[in-house]
């Protein structure tokens, strides 16, 4: 079946420092979400990408989405405490499931 | 509501009970969906509904695992002879319109098979 591949699968980082997760999949996707749960909580959703080549900034988030719509990732500057939690990608392929990554959960160290 | 409610919060079954969880959606939100999300994070899609219709039913295990919607009832999935294996947080999103769009999640109902 389809399959997101998600890395890393952990990241500590001292706060300030800026974050990376990316996701990547085998086949072209018709868009991708990006989630966050934080411990104990449920999925809050963050964006979704739609276009080839697409980025999307919120304030600290920038969001990106590969040409090929096949890869996306999720960079955070200056990381704060408050961004602590696993960030998922979900994608969507011509159907209307969500097919969730397998998460990169961030810890800030203050 | 403004929100996706879920009940229960937690629900303990012993190996081969049944296990029935429930989910009411946001209103005016024409679709549901129900995810498991095991220990290590990994989420699982399980079934959507368009309004009280089985949109997708792809992920569900199909011997023990039915979910329903239907119209003036919150949304339920059941589990027919729970296993251990079953343990894990059932999540329910509904969204406005398709999935293409966003998911807003509830609390989840955590279910533990002893």
């Known amino acids: 079946g389809q399959q997101v591949m998600q890395i890393p699968q952990y990241q500590h980082v001292q706060e300030g420092e800026d974050f990376t997760t990316y996701c990547n999949s085998s086949t072209t996707l018709s868009n991708i979400q990006w989630y966050k749960q934080r411990p104990g909580g449920h999925p809050v959703f963050l964006i979704q990408l739609v276009k080839s080549g697409e980025v999307k900034k919120q304030k600290r988030l920038t969001f990106q989405f590969g040409e090929a719509k096949k890869n996306s990732s999720l960079h955070i500057t200056a990381t704060q405490t408050t961004d602590v939690g696993t960030y998922f990608c979900?994608?969507?392929?011509?159907?209307?499931?969500?097919?969730f990554g397998t998460g990169t959960r961030l810890q800030v160290f203050p | 509501g403004e929100e996706v409610a879920q009940t229960p919060k937690h629900l303990v079954r012993g190996e081969g009970q049944k296990a029935k969880l429930y989910c009411a959606p946001i209103k005016g939100h024409s679709y549901v969906f129900w995810y498991q999300q095991v220990l290590k994070n990994e989420f699982k899609f399980l079934i959507s509904f368009q309004n009280e219709n089985v949109f997708d039913e792809t992920g569900m295990p199909k011997e023990r695992f039915s979910a329903k919607c239907l119209p003036n009832s919150p949304c339920s999935l059941e589990i027919q002879a729970t296993k251990l294996e079953d343990s894990a947080v059932y999540f329910c999103?509904?969204?406005?319109?398709?999935?293409?769009?966003?998911?807003?999640f509830g609390p989840g109902t955590r279910l533990t098979v002893l």
């Open positions: 999103a509904s969204s406005r319109t398709t999935g293409y769009n966003e998911q807003f």
């Open positions: 979900a994608a969507s392929y011509n159907t209307d499931k969500l097919i």
